[in-house]
Nanobody
C-alpha cells in the first residue's frame, strides 16, 4: 500500500522552526488518515497532528496546538508538519503514519495506524 518517507529533521535552538515532510506514495487524503507522531528515548510514541478527508480536516494534540501546523502540498503527494517555537522537550524522532479512513482516524494512537515511515530526528537545544 502506501510508502512513507520522512525528511526535514535537524538540530535547532529553542524558539526556532523546522518543517518536516512526509512523502507518501499511493496515498490520498480521501482514502487515508495521515498522522504525525514522535517518540523520545524512554517515552511512549505520541500522536501530534492529523490530516484527513476530502476537506483536509486537521486535529492537534494540546501540547503542540498553536505551534505546529499540518498541511498537504497542493501539487505534490507530500504532507508537511511546520513546527514553530520549538522547545527542548520537542526533541524526538518524528514519524508519519497512515490508516485507512473507512475505519476511522481516531484515536490518534500508534496501535491504530498500520503504515509507518522510518522517522526523522529533531533535536532542540537550549
Amino acid at each position: 500500500q502506501a510508502q512513507l518517507v520522512e525528511s526535514g529533521g535537524g538540530s535547532v535552538q529553542a524558539g526556532g522552526s523546522l518543517r518536516l515532510s512526509c512523502a507518501a506514495s499511493q496515498y490520498s487524503a480521501s482514502e487515508y488518515c495521515l498522522g504525525w507522531f514522535r517518540q523520545a528515548p524512554g517515552k511512549e510514541r505520541e500522536g501530534l497532528a492529523l490530516i484527513y478527508g476530502v476537506n483536509l480536516q486537521t486535529h492537534y494534540t494540546d501540547s503542540v496546538k498553536g505551534r505546529f501546523t499540518i498541511a498537504r502540498d497542493n501539487a505534490k503527494n507530500i504532507v508537511y508538519l511546520q513546527m514553530n517555537s520549538l522547545k527542548p522537550e520537542d526533541t524526538a524522532m518524528y514519524y508519519c503514519a497512515t490508516r485507512f479512513i473507512t475505519y476511522g482516524c481516531f484515536p490518534l494512537a500508534e496501535a491504530r495506524y498500520s503504515t509507518w515511515g522510518l522517522g526523522t530526528q529533531v533535536t532542540v537545544s537550549s
